[in-house]
């Protein structure tokens, strides 16, 4: 009897939870309807070692050395993030002008920029990542040998869009100097 009792109640629990009703709204097409990714501030930790982890695991397939997350290239990928959002367009250049390279100068990276991917969505980081990943010129920057650090941020309206930024750079120790410093003597030239 008590075996009974116990089926039939898991068997009504089972019941309930397959009949209860779900947040997500259908379209016209039957399908679900997209869901805003609203992140809050304590989110942001684990997206951003998420796309961390998820970046080295490309790049580990790739055959290419992992990357470690940078925040003077988060900062600048920030920056960069809110500065899409109120020009309201996606693209690599600042409002005032500036370039990926400028924007980390700014920040106090020291090494070199290896290249910066952006994007304007709905989506989360990795519905993100993945778009970036299938296109070439995108996929390049994320798997570029030469990247040691990885700088990610984003920065999202009140209505959910999001403004994603990722910058790649090499190390200081792997930037040849811009400037050549000549020692010797130059031979004088003759007629």
Not at 121 to 127: F, K, N
Request: proline share 6%; glycine share 8%; with cysteine.
């Amino acid at each position: 009897m008590l075996r009974r009792k116990m089926l039939v109640g898991l068997a009504l629990g089972a019941l309930a939870a397959c009949s209860g009703s779900t947040s997500a709204r259908i379209g016209p097409d039957g399908l679900p309807l997209p869901q805003v990714y609203k992140i809050s501030p304590s989110d942001t930790g684990d997206i951003q070692f998420r796309m961390l982890d998820s970046v080295n695991a490309l790049r580990q397939a790739a055959g290419v050395p992992p990357v470690e997350l940078d925040g003077q290239l988060t900062a600048a990928a920030a920056t960069h993030s809110r500065d899409m959002s109120i020009q309201n367009r996606p693209w690599l250049f600042g409002s005032d002008g500036s370039s990926p390279l400028d924007r980390a100068l700014r920040a106090g990276f020291q090494g070199q920029i290896v290249g910066e991917n952006i994007s304007e969505s709905y989506e989360t980081e990795l519905e993100t990542l993945a778009a970036w990943i299938n296109q070439t010129d995108t996929r390049n920057v994320i798997l570029d040998p030469k990247a040691r650090r990885m700088g990610f941020a984003w920065f999202q309206e009140p209505a959910g869009k999001l403004w994603w930024t990722l910058n790649m750079g090499s190390n200081q120790s792997m930037v040849s100097p811009s400037v050549t410093v000549f020692q010797g003597t130059i031979p004088a030239i003759t007629n």
